[in-house]
């Protein structure tokens, strides 16, 4: 069935590096994709969007690529800090479905 | 400007209950949605409200119902509670349906005993 998926749930980085967070889907008629970032006790927070029609868009220090061929997502963080620390949700918007969030990776920060 | 407020933010509640919950969006923001977070099944779109109608409703029994009121406040109750609606329930809220950017309130942790 349509679906937004992740690789991996759980990803450890050193301080400093840069993270990548990957995300499948299978849906191509979504208007736009969305990366969420939630702490623990916490509801998702906005971190950045890019629409169906675009192949990049960078935030501070965040960078979203989409590449429809292959129907892949990818959230990059830069000079990971413990504050990235959270769980990141990629989510697709198809309108009238409201918004269909992956299952989550885990970014655990290594000092 | 205030953010998404959601209460109550713990919830403890036996089989067969039911249960209101209140989410108060950002000033300004007439669309509210709703979301059924579990370990198991992630974040789920339960339904969505913008000046006063249900736009879009998710797959959840009919026992999962809401309603928003002219503030742009919204209610969503759960009728004849199961333990497998213990859950984080997440209101988001946006400007309209086609904003691209929801913002979510912490949430309420409901438990069913």
């Known amino acids: 069935g349509e679906s937004v998926g992740l690789h991996l749930p759980t990803l450890s980085v050193q301080e400093g590096d840069n993270s990548i967070i990957n995300c499948a889907y299978s849906?191509?008629?979504?208007?736009?994709f969305i990366w969420y970032k939630q702490e623990s006790g916490k509801g998702p927070q906005f971190i950045i969007d890019?629409?169906?029609?675009?192949d990049k868009r960078q935030g501070q220090r965040v960078t979203v690529l989409l590449n429809k061929t292959v129907k892949h997502l990818s959230l990059q963080i830069a000079a990971t800090q413990p504050g990235d620390s959270a769980v990141y949700f990629c989510a697709e918007n198809r309108g009238a479905d409201g918004l269909t969030f992956g299952k989550g990776t885990h970014l655990i920060i290594q000092p | 400007k205030a953010g998404v407020t959601q209460t109550p933010r713990y919830l403890i509640k036996t089989r067969g209950q039911q249960v209101t919950l209140s989410c108060s969006p950002i000033?300004?923001?007439?669309?509210v949605s709703w979301y059924q977070q579990t370990p198991g099944q992630g974040l789920q779109f339960l339904f969505e409200?913008?000046?006063?109608?249900?736009?879009n409703k998710g797959n959840f029994p009919g026992r999962f119902s809401g309603r928003q009121f002219s503030n742009s406040r919204s209610e969503m109750n759960v009728s004849t509670l199961e333990l497998g609606d213990s859950a984080l329930y997440l209101c988001?809220?946006?400007?309209?349906?086609?904003?691209?950017?929801?913002?979510f309130g912490q949430g309420t942790r409901l438990t069913v005993v």
């Open positions: 890019i629409r169906s029609n675009m």
């Open positions: 988001a809220s946006s400007s309209n349906p086609g904003a691209t950017e929801a913002f």
């Open positions: 849906n191509s008629a979504s208007d736009y």
């Open positions: 000033s300004g923001h007439r669309s």
């Open positions: 409200y913008f000046s006063e109608t249900q736009r």
